[in-house]
């Protein structure tokens, strides 16, 4: 079993930063590949970016790319997502999600665990 908890989420202007975190818990999770997801009102769960607890290895959405970094801190069990130049196209509700058994994987149906999610809203 994995839990999972965000935070760091707010409103912010167009152009500006924000650091989202989650913070895991469960005996799985040092193997586990750990995501980012986001979904707009009305809109699917979409894909922003996936990391490989073991590895390290990073990978994004075409949108996020340049702008967004995922990165792990094993110690403190938390998974960051930094996001600068933010549009307001990146509002959403923003997951952290984990699948351990998966090495990469962009499919939100692969990932078996989910946090409650951080509201992320860029004004323009």
């Known amino acids: 079993q994995v839990q999972l908890v965000e935070s760091g989420g707010g409103l912010v202007q167009a152009g500006g930063s924000l650091r989202l975190s989650c913070g895991a818990s469960?005996?799985?999770?040092?193997?586990?590949?750990m995501g980012w997801f986001r979904q707009a009102p009305g809109k699917e769960r979409e894909f922003v970016a996936g990391?490989?607890?073991?590895?390290?290895?990073?990978y994004y959405a075409d949108s996020v790319k340049g702008r967004f970094t995922i990165s792990r801190d094993n110690a403190k069990n938390t998974v960051y997502l930094q996001m600068i130049s933010l549009k307001p196209e990146d509002t959403a509700l923003y997951f952290c999600?984990?699948?351990?058994?998966?090495?990469?994987?962009?499919?939100?149906?692969?990932?078996?665990?989910w946090g409650q999610g951080t509201q992320v809203t860029v004004s323009s």
């Open positions: 469960g005996r799985t999770v040092s193997r586990a590949l």
């Open positions: 990391i490989s607890w073991f590895s390290g290895r990073t």
């Open positions: 999600a984990a699948d351990p058994t998966s090495h990469y994987s962009m499919d939100p149906y692969e990932f078996d665990y």
